[in-house]
């Protein structure tokens, strides 16, 4: 087993200034964490009847479809406003530097299904939480949400998830 956080890259003031981007292509970019990453999140949900796993854009398909396919579930791509090309649900959320608003295709989950939410990073829980809600719009029952990376401390980003199953493959301290 390797150390996860040894293959994340920081890079100051991206995309703006004052936020520390954490940076997951590097661990992408190396098969041992990348396979371990995805076995991590397939072991922690494998006995949990997943029907669907939900990733949020961009970082989130590299990942997203992996855990599918192993979960044998089907795939649902969260993205930005915009993008996708059918009739949408859409959700505003706050980000650490602004406001953004994603949309999942209102047909991809039929009432009911188990759905795992998968994102690359945990920080003010924003995003998450508009995932969770574009899921529960379209009548799916989150059974839970897997990151790479939750940033811990000051941002309190599972706080806004409580009551669900998170996953997190690594926890990095962020100070006030």
């Given at each position: 087993m390797?150390k996860?956080?040894?293959?994340?890259?920081?890079?100051p003031?991206?995309?703006?200034?004052?936020?520390?981007?954490?940076?997951?292509?590097?661990?992408?970019?190396?098969?041992?964490?990348?396979?371990?990453?995805?076995?991590?999140i397939v072991?922690?949900?494998?006995?949990?009847?997943?029907?669907?796993?939900?990733?949020?854009?961009?970082?989130?398909?590299?990942?997203?479809?992996?855990?599918?396919?192993l979960?044998?579930?089907?795939?649902i791509?969260i993205?930005?406003?915009?993008?996708?090309p059918?009739k949408c649900?859409?959700e505003?959320?706050?980000l650490?530097?602004?406001?953004?608003?994603?949309?999942?295709?209102?047909?991809?989950?039929n009432?009911?299904?188990?759905?795992?939410?998968f994102?690359?990073l945990?920080?003010?829980?924003?995003?998450?939480?508009?995932?969770?809600?574009?899921v529960?719009k379209?009548?799916?029952i989150v059974?839970?949400?897997?990151f790479?990376?939750?940033?811990?401390?000051?941002?309190?980003?599972?706080d806004?998830?409580e009551?669900?199953?998170i996953?997190?493959?690594?926890q990095i301290?962020?100070?006030?």
């Amino acid at each position: 087993m390797v150390k996860l956080i040894d293959f994340i890259r920081n890079v100051p003031d991206w995309p703006v200034d004052g936020v520390q981007f954490k940076d997951i292509t590097t661990l992408c970019v190396n098969s041992i964490p990348f396979k371990e990453s995805i076995d991590k999140i397939v072991e922690h949900y494998k006995d949990k009847g997943i029907d669907k796993v939900a990733a949020i854009e961009a970082r989130g398909y590299v990942f997203g479809g992996a855990i599918a396919y192993l979960l044998d579930a089907g795939f649902i791509l969260i993205r930005k406003e915009g993008k996708l090309p059918w009739k949408c649900y859409q959700e505003e959320y706050e980000l650490e530097y602004g406001t953004d608003i994603i949309e999942m295709h209102q047909d991809a989950i039929n009432k009911g299904e188990k759905v795992l939410l998968f994102d690359d990073l945990l920080a003010t829980g924003g995003t998450a939480k508009a995932a969770i809600r574009l899921v529960e719009k379209a009548g799916g029952i989150v059974e839970g949400f897997a990151f790479v990376i939750e940033l811990t401390g000051s941002l309190h980003g599972r706080d806004k998830l409580e009551g669900y199953d998170i996953l997190a493959l690594v926890q990095i301290p962020v100070e006030e």
